[in-house]
């Protein structure tokens, strides 16, 4: 079985131009027509994108049956956080809390998605990490020992992704060589060596802050970054599109 599996941070939907249009957001997740998306930086209820409960809006514009809403941040009005759309059943849904002392709240969403009635399980977790290198890594560790990470077997399919905001693949190592995950958005460079595919700023992007990591029965078939010239003012980022084979 094949799977299409779409990470995007959406800024909002609020793209350079400053302006709020969840239609190009929604036209872009179109375009690449995956199974699974995980979202960031989704809105619910907040002023500046009309106070809309964009996960929903945008699952319902895409015929997405299933969505689930992770919320982070509480504004004066509205909250915003991470989202997943699935074609198939959420079964489980939590919110991870990643925060660090008195940093900006930043959570991880996990989800259980039913992707064969019953017979195969798929765990997501959907992350929005920090800015600082230090942060990252706590956050990194806060999720390694929790219980909903620390209940999977390491045969058990696995989807870790988002935005990581690791600049220099700080976290690389920890993912790949302790947790015994590989990189799905590792290209190799002229040396051989591993380098992720650039996604930000999506104009014209120099670092890849948007990673897919897999484990247990997934095999990976293909990863890319978005090219439609729409992507690269509708949000700061790109998203990153991988395809995989349920084994």
């Given at each position: 079985m094949?799977?299409?599996v779409?990470?995007?941070?959406?800024?909002?939907?609020i793209?350079f131009?400053?302006?709020?249009?969840p239609?190009?957001?929604?036209?872009?997740?179109?375009?690449?027509?995956?199974?699974?998306?995980?979202?960031?930086?989704?809105?619910?209820?907040?002023?500046?994108?009309?106070?809309?409960?964009?996960?929903?809006?945008?699952?319902?514009?895409?015929?997405?049956?299933?969505?689930?809403?992770?919320?982070?941040?509480?504004?004066?009005?509205?909250?915003?956080?991470?989202?997943?759309?699935?074609?198939f059943?959420?079964?489980?849904?939590?919110?991870?809390?990643?925060?660090?002392?008195?940093?900006?709240?930043?959570?991880?969403?996990?989800?259980?998605?039913?992707?064969?009635?019953?017979?195969?399980?798929?765990?997501?977790?959907?992350?929005?990490?920090?800015?600082?290198?230090?942060?990252?890594?706590?956050?990194?560790?806060?999720?390694?020992?929790?219980?909903?990470?620390?209940?999977?077997?390491?045969?058990?399919?696995?989807?870790?992704?988002?935005?990581?905001?690791?600049?220099?693949?700080?976290?690389?190592?920890?993912?790949?060589?302790?947790?015994?995950?590989?990189?799905?958005?590792?290209?190799?460079?002229?040396?051989?060596?591993?380098?992720?595919?650039?996604?930000?700023?999506?104009?014209?992007?120099?670092?890849?802050?948007?990673?897919?990591?897999?484990?247990?029965?997934?095999?990976?078939?293909?990863?890319?970054?978005?090219?439609?010239?729409?992507?690269?003012?509708?949000?700061?980022?790109?998203?990153?599109i991988?395809?995989?084979?349920?084994?």
């Amino acid at each position: 079985m094949k799977i299409r599996v779409l990470s995007y941070n959406i800024h909002r939907a609020i793209g350079f131009d400053r302006r709020f249009k969840p239609e190009r957001i929604i036209e872009i997740l179109r375009g690449h027509n995956a199974d699974i998306v995980l979202l960031q930086e989704v809105d619910e209820g907040v002023p500046r994108s009309r106070e809309l409960k964009l996960a929903k809006e945008i699952a319902d514009a895409l015929g997405y049956p299933y969505y689930a809403m992770g919320h982070n941040v509480s504004l004066r009005k509205g909250r915003y956080g991470n989202a997943t759309l699935s074609r198939f059943p959420i079964i489980r849904e939590r919110n991870i809390d990643l925060t660090v002392g008195i940093r900006k709240r930043r959570g991880c969403q996990h989800t259980t998605i039913d992707i064969g009635e019953g017979k195969h399980l798929l765990e997501v977790f959907n992350l929005h990490l920090g800015l600082s290198s230090k942060e990252r890594q706590k956050q990194a560790g806060i999720l390694a020992r929790s219980k909903e990470y620390e209940s999977l077997d390491i045969d058990t399919p696995c989807l870790i992704g988002g935005d990581f905001n690791d600049w220099r693949s700080l976290l690389r190592a920890l993912f790949v060589e302790g947790l015994e995950f590989r990189c799905a958005t590792d290209k190799n460079n002229s040396a051989g060596l591993p380098k992720a595919i650039k996604t930000f700023p999506s104009f014209a992007p120099r670092g890849g802050l948007d990673r897919l990591y897999y484990r247990g029965g997934l095999t990976l078939i293909s990863a890319k970054r978005c090219r439609y010239k729409a992507s690269k003012i509708a949000s700061d980022h790109l998203p990153i599109i991988t395809d995989f084979k349920l084994i």
